[in-house]
């Protein structure tokens, strides 16, 4: 058998043959170029070990939003109503937030394309580890230097108040910068998980 032959029947197993072996072959098959070619490539070319982030709380949530991909002016003035005090309160006003990217907040299910950590400024998203089961995703809110680093105080947008644990973030806990969102894409992976969580 000529490598032609073996590549046609190989090819008809994979795409045109309707059986079990060839269902779960090509399962392993997309698993393998996911993980070890295609991660890989956007890891190398994002800068970040983490170019891919699937949202799993509501922390960053906009009341409102649920379903809106384009984010009209409405739904950021209805969390504002409900969120904005806090942030006021920390001098951080609605026309500020509203320049901001991912300014309508993010939710459970969206997938977000992450970059390196680089020029970090207030209202940015970051990812970051915190020791917990998963990195956090939340905004800047506040940053100081100090001696030993450079130090980043987050919140989610959605939360009352700051966790214990993102008052005082060292620069060498960031993961990357959030920069763009798809909305409910990654429902595809938290429904098989959330799935086998009840069994």
Do not use: C
């Not at 170029?33 to 983490?50: C, D, E, R, Y």
């Not at 002016?73 to 209805?78: C, H, K, L, P």
């Amino acid at each position: 058998m000529t490598i032609k032959e073996a590549w046609g029947k190989t090819w008809h197993f994979l795409w045109h043959e309707n059986s079990l072996a060839s269902w779960v072959v090509s399962l392993i098959l997309a698993f393998i170029i996911v993980k070890f070619i295609f991660f890989p490539l956007i890891s190398l070319a994002f800068g970040t070990s983490l170019p891919l982030v699937i949202v799993e709380s509501e922390s960053m949530h906009h009341p409102g939003f649920l379903g809106n991909i384009a984010g009209t002016r409405g739904y950021f003035n209805r969390w504002w109503d409900e969120k904005g005090a806090w942030y006021e309160e920390e001098g951080l006003n609605k026309s500020k937030f509203e320049s901001w990217n991912l300014k309508n907040g993010l939710e459970m299910g969206d997938i977000v394309l992450v970059t390196r950590a680089s020029n970090l400024k207030i209202g940015d998203v970051i990812i970051f580890n915190a020791n917990q089961n998963h990195p956090i995703i939340h905004r800047i809110i506040d940053i100081k230097k100090k001696e030993s680093g450079t130090y980043y105080s987050t919140k989610g947008d959605n939360n009352p108040g700051q966790l214990s644990i993102e008052k005082e973030i060292h620069e060498s806990q960031i993961v990357g910068k959030a920069i763009f969102r798809v909305p409910k894409l990654g429902w595809v992976k938290l429904g098989f998980v959330k799935l086998f969580q009840l069994f």
